[in-house]
Structure formats: structure tokens, C-alpha cells
């Protein structure tokens, strides 16, 4: 028996803008490393500007569920997300902002239609960041679901004709590339020619009609694990440790460095290697942090991302405000400013539309199994509280 009730039903009216998917809608994640043309993609199919541009972090600096009219009128939903090599998040962030919104829709019965994973054909090869963001996407995705994965290539124009098609051979039957994802399903596209390549892909997922389930699905919600224990939070679980190994010899260097400098009373020195000893320390704090966040439960994610949604919707809203404002003390008679302040404000009330669809499910109802104290929501009064811990019905 599944412990989650079905969700509260829907009216066959089509969702406003700023309406969460729900069951019946066609949901399609984008995913792949930054820069390789995620918001792109998008933007061929959404009448909203996503690259706002006004002093925001990148659109792919969170997720983000953009509503997109397609030539037929038929409305879908694309997920936008952010790349596992992001700037200024750490992959622990980014994990928990994922997995925590793949959760929500899962719960809440609405399944993806499938995945898209771009990868830019210009890269000579595949770096570090390249490769963790695949393995990332193997861990949350898993097997069971890759045929409903478009692996597709971007840039095309960008790089010349040969090289690209030696590159993209590369990819297919390289074994630590995409040689096991194809193996299983997944179909390889090239994005191509804009909005006409990117709507073959779309319909091939569509017509496919096979929803997919991933793996930190199943993992968080079918069988109640902690972020830390799925198979993608392993992964990111391994590269702290790494770090934690890297920084415990960085610090038995300085140590010894500065027990030298002092014999020598080299004050310069031993200077330097105090603001390096503060810097590997703040880098350990924040290690130990995010290995702290991976321990996350279902339900403490769910409480501290909707926290986190919280603050950025109000900090959205009063970017709104401010720019109201200062449209309403500018002239008309400074004709481009005044444009330019109207798009803004456009741009982020279209934004705060978007971080909401975020928040755009709810649990009404939280039940504790009386037998290992984890706690089960719930979307309606449950007859039957089942925990997936201990396997019983309470």
C-alpha cells in the first residue's frame, strides 16, 4: 500500500502561469552542465524573457518550472535546473533544491515525461566538472527510467562539421560517457536548429508517453531515505570527503610551515600562513555544513526549502517594488530608461510567478510513526498511517 493518498483533484481547465504542474500535465526536465544552453532551450518555447539580466545570478542558479506554449498550443511545463558546477552554490545546495522539488512532484503524483540532458559538441573534451555532472545525473536518474532520456547536443554552428560528428561518436560509445546511457534507452538528438530541432525532441517525449520515476524519488519518498543515503547524495557525500582528506593535509602543512617560520622569526611568513589557516578553516566549516544538509529528512528538506522559497520570493517581490518606484519618479520623457524599468519589472514579476510554482503543492496533514519517530505527509486525512522504515501500518 503506498503511504501517500491521492492528491486533491484537478479541474480540466488549463493552469495559470503561475499554477504547479499537475498530474495530467506533460513536465520535462532540462538538465546538464552550466552553459550548455539549458535557459536556451527553454526560451524557444516561453513567451516570458528568461535571461532577465538585471543583476540576478544566472536563470539555472535554482530551479525554476517555466510554463511553454508549444506551436500546437498544447501547454507544458519545462524544468529548468541548475548544473552541478555552479559559480557561487555548492553541489550540496543544488542537490537539496532538486531533490527536494523531484520529491514534491513525485508525492504529488505528477510524474516528468521525460529528461533532456544537453551537453555542448564545442568541448574538445569532457573536464571534471563535465563528468561529475554526469554521474550526478546517472545517480539521480538510475536505470530503470533512461528511455525516456534525450541526450542531446548543442552548439552545433560553433564548431565545425567534422569535428563535431568525431565528438559526438565520442560520446556514444565512449564507456565513461554516454555509451551506458544509450545501452539502456536513452536517444541521442542534436539540438541543432533552434526552436524546430528542440520540438522534435519534445515530441519524441511526448509521444513516447512512458512517465519516468527516478531513483531519489523512489529513494526519498517510496522508501523514506535521508538525502545523505541516496544514491546522489552519496556522491556528493564522497567528494566531501575527499575534501575533508585534501584540507586535514592542507592544515598538518601550515602546522609544520609555521613551526619553521617561527624558528626562523620570519614574521612575514608566518602572517601569510595565518590568512591561509583562516581560509582552509572556513572551507572545512562549510564542508562540515553541507555534510550536515545531506542529513536532511524528507520532511526537514521540505521545511527548509519552502524557509529558503520564502525569502527569495519576498527578496523577488521587493526587487519589484524598488523598480515601481523608480518607475513612477522617471519621466516618460526619458523614453529608454522608462522602457527599460517597465521589461524589469515584467521580468521579475514573471520571476516571482516562476519561485512560487516551487511552493505550489501542499501537505496538509503529518503523521509520526509511533515506532522509529519518522514523520509521513500527507496531502489528506490518512485512514491508514504506512511508514516505509519499518514496513508497517499504523
Known amino acids: 500500500m503506498d503511504k501517500f493518498l491521492d492528491p486533491p483533484s484537478y479541474t480540466a481547465e488549463p493552469s495559470q502561469d503561475n499554477q504547479a504542474p499537475t498530474p495530467n500535465d506533460v513536465v520535462i526536465a532540462v538538465m546538464g552542465i552550466t552553459g550548455a544552453g539549458k535557459t536556451t532551450f527553454i526560451q524557444h518555447f516561453c513567451r516570458q524573457d528568461l535571461n532577465v539580466g538585471h543583476g540576478l545570478q544566472s536563470c539555472t542558479s535554482k530551479v525554476e518550472i517555466v510554463p511553454c506554449i508549444m506551436p500546437n498550443g498544447k501547454k507544458i511545463f519545462l524544468v529548468d535546473t541548475p548544473g552541478f558546477d555552479d559559480t557561487y552554490r555548492s553541489d550540496t545546495d543544488i542537490l537539496r533544491e532538486i531533490a527536494d522539488w523531484l520529491a514534491q512532484a513525485y508525492q504529488f503524483r505528477v ?111 517510496d522508501q523514506g531515505l535521508k538525502l545523505a543515503d541516496t544514491g546522489a547524495g552519496r556522491e556528493v557525500q564522497a567528494e566531501l570527503e575527499r575534501l575533508k582528506e585534501k584540507h586535514d593535509k592542507e592544515m598538518r602543512e601550515i602546522r609544520q610551515e609555521m613551526e619553521e617560520a617561527i624558528k626562523e622569526k620570519d614574521e612575514e611568513r608566518q602572517e601569510e600562513l595565518r590568512e591561509y589557516r583562516t581560509q582552509v578553516d572556513r572551507q572545512m566549516r562549510e564542508a562540515a555544513e553541507q555534510t550536515r544538509q545531506l542529513e536532511a529528512s524528507r520532511e526537514q528538506l521540505r521545511r527548509e526549502m519552502k524557509e529558503q522559497h520564502s525569502r527569495e520570493i519576498e527578496q523577488l517581490r521587493n526587487e519589484v517594488a524598488r523598480r515601481q518606484q523608480e518607475l513612477e519618479r522617471t519621466s516618460r520623457e526619458n523614453n529608454e530608461r522608462y522602457e527599460e524599468l517597465q521589461k524589469e519589472v515584467r521580468d521579475y514579476k514573471n520571476k516571482v510567478n516562476r519561485s512560487k510554482m516551487k511552493e505550489g503543492f501542499y501537505y496538509e496533514y503529518k503523521r509520526t510513526c509511533p515506532r522509529c519517530k519518522c514523520d509521513w505527509l500527507y496531502n489528506e486525512i490518512p485512514s491508514i498511517t504506512y511508514c516505509a522504515i519499518c514496513k508497517k501500518n499504523y
Open 111 to 221: 510524474r516528468l515525461t521525460g529528461i533532456i540532458y544537453l551537453h555542448r559538441i564545442i568541448d574538445v573534451r569532457i573536464g571534471g566538472a563535465g563528468m561529475k555532472n554526469l554521474r550526478m545525473f546517472r545517480k539521480l536518474c538510475g536505470e530503470q527510467g533512461l528511455g525516456s532520456v534525450v541526450l542531446a547536443t548543442t552548439m552545433w554552428s560553433l564548431c565545425p562539421a567534422a569535428d563535431a560528428s568525431r565528438r559526438e561518436d565520442q560520446l556514444v560509445h565512449q564507456n565513461d560517457l554516454w555509451k551506458f546511457l544509450v545501452g539502456r534507452g536513452a536517444r541521442v538528438f542534436r539540438q541543432d536548429d533552434g526552436a524546430v530541432s528542440g520540438q522534435k525532441i519534445i515530441d519524441h517525449l511526448i509521444k513516447r508517453a512512458q512517465p519516468v520515476t527516478l531513483d531519489i524519488q523512489r529513494e526519498m519518498v
